[in-house]
Structure formats: C-alpha cells, structure tokens
C-alpha cells in the first residue's frame, strides 16, 4: 500500500501563492513513479495540473497554469512539491496529489493514477 499526505492548502487573495506539498508513504519506490497534481473545481471535473516523474525529475505542467506553477521533488524526503504563483480565482479547487506506476510518459488522465491522497482546498479570493 502507498499512502499520500497533502498538505499547504488554504485561503490566498488573488495574485498571491501558496505552497502544497505531498508526502508519499509505504511499499512506493519512487525511482518507478510518476506523481501527479490534480485539481477539482465547484461543479467541475477533476483536472491534470502537473506530473512529475520521480526518477529523472522529468516534468509537465497543464497549459493552464504554465508560468505559474511549479512542481517539484524531493527524493530524501519523499515529498512532491507544488508551488502556486499568481493565483487565480479560478484555480479554487481541491488539489489532489496521486500517485501512477509504470507509464512510458507522465499520463494527465486521473483514472492512469492508482493511489491518491484526500485532497487540499485552496481557495483564491478576487
């Protein structure tokens, strides 16, 4: 079993950031892994924000949020890092950390993600 922790979420005026962070646990070996963001909006499907594959640090982040956020990770830690820049009112959402297991590509479809942690509210007021 693999277990994910967010962590970070919160309430930010638009323009401002927010840091989230995912703490990965259990029978994981990371150098196989591909952690990805998602994010559910009010009303709204859950979308791919950003991947990251654990072993080279190879990365990618949704058009939507290109230039703005950052994903990253820590392999002494375990921990898989997205860092939020010039928030928007429209990335309100719950963000969920997953994790995904021997993909050729980093996958941005959430049913390729076997393990997910329970989500974290960011909220960005205008």
């Known amino acids: 079993q693999v277990q994910l922790v967010e962590s970070g979420g919160g309430l930010v005026q638009a323009g401002g950031s927010l840091r989230l962070s995912c703490a990965a646990s259990?029978?994981?070996?990371?150098?196989?892994?591909?952690m990805g963001w998602f994010r559910q909006g009010p009303g709204k499907e859950r979308e791919f924000v950003a991947g990251?594959?654990?072993?080279?640090?190879?990365?990618l982040t949704a058009d939507s949020v290109k230039g703005r956020f950052t994903i990253s990770r820590d392999n002494n830690k375990s921990t898989v890092t997205l860092q939020m820049n010039s928030l928007k009112p429209e990335d309100t959402a719950v963000y969920f950390c997953?994790?995904?297991?021997?993909?050729?590509?980093?996958?941005?479809?959430?049913?390729?993600?076997?393990?997910w942690g329970q989500g974290t509210q960011v909220t960005v007021s205008s």
């Open positions: 997953a994790a995904a297991h021997d993909y050729r590509t980093i996958p941005q479809y959430d049913r390729a993600y076997r393990y």
């Open positions: 990251i594959r654990w072993g080279s640090g190879r990365s």
């Open positions: 259990g029978r994981i070996s990371p150098s196989s892994y591909d």
